[in-house]
């Protein structure tokens, strides 16, 4: 078994995870004959599937997506955590945020999940048409509930705590959380959904609104939120006007009915001043007021600042606080800065508790 690597800053790995990821995948389709539906196949490589953070390991697995596509996962363990030391462990599913990838994402946790002792899956994720902009496709949900069966069967040492499953992402990887929670409730345990989109219909109508300087329409040709627009029309199946049931299937807040009716544990994180998923008020912010006003009582909790758009996934910023509400870290590991305001959960007369 390789050992780990250490690297200099979180930066580094971000900057350097797309090329990374580009030649796992190239190297893996290389090597490995095709899987059987379903089945899932470990590949380590003393290059870059070991994590290179200290106090962690991450293990590159495949997976065969709900499209028949051989995808990757990528696993980050505490280091000391493997065939001979392998005590049940509660686990994380992460799905990344658009264009991202399933190691970068992964890269935001940081050593936390030595820290906590937890796992963490981030899978690249595969939507009904393209990869990287899965765009809360139903398959790619299904696939998110995989993910610990994927794990355990390509890492049969690898023990999960079933009852401890979490799920938490930021941006798109926060829209397809609270898919997720709609989805297959059974199988979470809580659920954390960063400057999540919640309506996709509206979202649409508004990418054109994205800022884009000189250079960055020299680059793409065109004002780059039109390029998103042509995306995600691309992967749901046409506009909001052609497919309208096709959006409102991946919107959380045409979803929030079964979301509050899941009895998950769900945190719902914004940003009064993101300049990407910037109508926050008619996005996450609307779907935790139709959750409460649905059930006064649903175990859903808002936390709202000021932050650039999913900055508060770090592991230097407010993740510790997101993962203490899941009991993954210690409480008060991070205080909370004054600057956000926590609207915890209404403690209703069944014995509901605060997140």
Request: hydrophobic share 40%.
């Amino acid at each position: 078994m390789a050992t780990s690597r250490t690297t200099s800053t979180l930066a580094a790995l971000l900057v350097a995870a797309g090329f990374i990821a580009a030649a796992l995948s190239f190297d893996r389709i290389e090597r490995t004959s095709p899987l059987a539906a379903g089945s899932a196949a470990t590949s380590p490589d003393n290059r870059a599937s070991h994590a290179v953070i200290e106090n962690v390991r991450t293990w590159t697995i495949h997976y065969r997506s709900h499209s028949g596509a051989d995808r990757l996962a990528y696993v980050v363990l505490p280091d000391w955590y493997g065939p001979d030391n392998n005590p049940p462990l509660p686990v994380v599913i992460s799905p990344h945020g658009r264009g991202a990838t399933g190691l970068s994402n992964a890269a935001f946790f940081d050593r936390l999940p030595a820290v906590g002792r937890f796992a963490v899956i981030s899978p690249d994720g595969m939507g009904q048409r393209l990869k990287n902009f899965s765009y809360g496709a139903p398959g790619q949900i299904d696939d998110l509930a995989g993910m610990p069966a994927f794990a355990a069967a390509a890492l049969p040492w690898l023990r999960i705590d079933s009852s401890r499953i979490y799920a938490l992402g930021s941006s798109m990887g926060g829209q397809e959380t609270l898919l997720l929670v709609a989805r297959h409730p059974e199988l979470l345990a809580g659920a954390a959904a960063l400057d999540s989109v919640t309506d996709l219909a509206r979202r649409y109508g508004q990418l054109r609104q994205l800022p884009c300087a000189q250079s960055c329409v020299a680059r793409w040709g065109k004002p780059y939120g039109a390029v998103l627009q042509s995306t995600l029309a691309r992967e749901v199946g046409g506009s909001p006007q052609e497919a309208h049931e096709d959006y409102a299937a991946r919107s959380g807040l045409s979803q929030a009915r079964k979301i509050a009716g899941s009895g998950v544990p769900l945190q719902i994180w914004w940003s009064t001043e993101d300049k990407i998923v910037f109508d926050q008020e008619h996005q996450s912010q609307a779907l935790y007021e139709e959750l409460l006003r649905i059930d006064r009582c649903a175990p859903v909790t808002a936390y709202v600042g000021s932050w650039p758009h999913s900055r508060e996934m770090r592991a230097s910023e407010l993740l510790p606080i997101a993962l203490s509400g899941f009991g993954l870290m210690r409480a008060g590991s991070k205080d909370l800065p004054s600057s956000v305001r926590h609207e915890p959960a209404t403690r209703c007369s069944d014995g509901g508790s605060t997140l």
